[in-house]
């Protein structure tokens, strides 16, 4: 049996091209929403999910970062995908045919410039590559879609432009989660452990809770904040650092952080993509 990876969106998405570039061998598995990609690696229909997490300009994925917290999966990888954006259309349409282009509000932000020197009207879609079959559908003469390369090729479009994106750094961070945590030990490798934790509702909290890691020497790349179950007190984070558990320095930040906190679980211990760098001197 194949091995499956399963990701959010349409074929020929940002999150499909991920999965074929980084898990060439696994068969990706489109799926409508978040909640269906965890659903399915959490019955085994699926082996992997592959999450965006973050992106460069638009930021964090809001949405995910409500699922973690409820779902039984661990992170098991990350890796960092180029977004780049194509303005694709029917099969002999020219680019002086196009007045208006679909794509996700996102996107369509993205290449506000290119839109803007064509004169070309930004018009809302659900998703890149949704976008893309749509024109593909309508067969419209004077519709584009903003998508990816591989929209193209899954919608049977033409490329009138290419890399049309605003900005060349324009990247999202993905994640990779499976129903059992990567067994790993700490080494030379760089390593991310990732965790949630809830602070007391206590003056100063937060700020002691942080303090192990500061006074024992373990980075702290991440930290996001939000609100739980409806309440302006209950406040939920999300945190990732660099090194592995099984380390002292670690170890000893991770049990202060219990001191202060009502709860915290790790989510993951990964190793670090190569986009993060070499990894930082810990304490001996």
């Given at each position: 049996?194949?091995?499956?990876?399963?990701?959010?969106?349409?074929p020929?998405?940002?999150?499909?091209?991920?999965?074929?570039?980084?898990?060439?061998?696994?068969?990706?598995?489109?799926?409508?929403?978040?909640?269906?990609?965890?659903?399915?690696?959490?019955?085994?229909?699926?082996e992997?999910?592959?999450?965006?997490?973050?992106?460069?300009?638009?930021?964090?994925?809001?949405?995910?970062?409500?699922?973690?917290?409820?779902?039984?999966?661990?992170?098991?990888?990350?890796?960092?995908?180029?977004?780049?954006?194509?303005?694709?259309?029917?099969?002999?349409?020219?680019?002086?045919?196009?007045?208006?282009?679909?794509?996700?509000?996102?996107?369509?932000?993205?290449?506000?410039?290119?839109?803007?020197?064509?004169?070309?009207?930004?018009?809302?879609?659900?998703?890149?590559?949704?976008?893309?079959?749509?024109?593909?559908?309508?067969?419209?003469?004077?519709?584009?879609?903003?998508?990816?390369?591989?929209?193209?090729?899954?919608y049977?479009?033409?490329?009138?432009?290419?890399?049309?994106?605003?900005?060349?750094?324009?990247?999202?961070?993905?994640?990779?989660?499976?129903?059992?945590?990567?067994?790993?030990?700490?080494?030379d490798?760089?390593?991310?452990?990732?965790?949630l934790?809830?602070?007391?509702?206590?003056?100063?909290?937060?700020?002691?809770?942080?303090?192990?890691?500061?006074?024992?020497?373990?980075?702290?790349?991440?930290?996001?904040?939000?609100m739980?179950?409806?309440?302006?007190?209950?406040?939920?984070?999300?945190?990732?650092?660099?090194?592995?558990?099984d380390?002292?320095?670690?170890?000893?930040?991770?049990?202060?952080?219990?001191?202060?906190?009502?709860?915290?679980?790790?989510?993951?211990?990964?190793?670090?993509?190569?986009?993060?760098?070499?990894?930082?001197?810990?304490?001996?």
């Amino acid at each position: 049996m194949t091995d499956k990876i399963a990701y959010q969106g349409e074929p020929g998405s940002n999150s499909h091209i991920a999965c074929v570039e980084h898990r060439p061998n696994m068969e990706p598995v489109a799926c409508r929403t978040f909640e269906e990609v965890f659903a399915a690696v959490d019955s085994g229909d699926a082996e992997l999910a592959m999450i965006p997490v973050e992106n460069s300009i638009a930021g964090r994925v809001g949405d995910i970062y409500h699922l973690l917290p409820t779902s039984k999966l661990h992170i098991v990888g990350e890796m960092f995908q180029p977004i780049r954006f194509q303005l694709m259309a029917n099969k002999g349409v020219k680019l002086e045919d196009i007045d208006r282009a679909y794509s996700h509000v996102m996107a369509l932000g993205q290449c506000r410039g290119f839109l803007g020197k064509h004169g070309i009207t930004p018009r809302t879609a659900a998703d890149t590559a949704g976008a893309a079959r749509m024109v593909s559908e309508r067969g419209d003469g004077s519709a584009a879609a903003i998508a990816p390369t591989l929209a193209a090729e899954v919608y049977d479009l033409d490329i009138l432009a290419r890399d049309i994106e605003d900005a060349e750094h324009n990247t999202t961070r993905f994640v990779l989660m499976a129903r059992e945590p990567l067994d790993t030990d700490p080494g030379d490798q760089r390593m991310v452990t990732a965790f949630l934790f809830q602070v007391r509702n206590i003056p100063a909290a937060l700020y002691k809770a942080m303090g192990g890691f500061a006074t024992n020497g373990v980075n702290m790349t991440k930290l996001e904040s939000y609100m739980v179950g409806g309440s302006f007190t209950a406040t939920q984070f999300y945190a990732e650092i660099d090194g592995h558990p099984d380390e002292r320095h670690v170890q000893l930040a991770l049990e202060e952080l219990g001191f202060f906190s009502n709860s915290h679980r790790i989510l993951g211990v990964f190793p670090a993509a190569p986009e993060r760098g070499a990894r930082t001197n810990s304490p001996q």
